[in-house]
């Protein structure tokens, strides 16, 4: 009796809200204006990067030195952020830019002393 009250629930289709989910170019575009005009796959792998790069090696313990490559990669990625921030002409977001270079450098000479 259970599976069989159930059984409508799983077969119905999905409600409208459901189907009407953004796209994740959609949803970011009011963060990140610079989404389209870079592929979707490139803006997910800097995400992933500066997560996976920056937080595990040091959590972990597993290949520390990761944890200084991680940093001046994200350094770098930073200067060059603020690059095409600058040549969109939106001086407004390159503010936060500059003091997250300043902590990836931090952040590597940390991992280097510690």
Request: aromatic share 4%.
């Amino acid at each position: 009796m259970a599976i069989r009250s159930r059984m409508p629930r799983i077969t119905r289709p999905p409600s409208p809200r459901i189907r009407q989910t953004r796209s994740y170019r959609e949803r970011l575009a009011p963060m990140m204006g610079w989404v389209d005009t870079i592929p979707m796959p490139v803006v997910r792998g800097i995400g992933t990067v500066e997560v996976l790069g920056l937080v595990l090696p040091p959590l972990t313990g597993i290949a520390p030195v990761l944890a200084v490559v991680a940093a001046i990669g994200f350094a770098v990625l930073q200067v060059l952020a603020t690059g095409l921030h600058l040549s969109r002409k939106e001086v407004k977001e390159t503010g936060l830019n500059v003091p997250m270079i300043a902590l990836a450098v931090v952040a590597a000479w940390l991992a280097t002393v510690w």
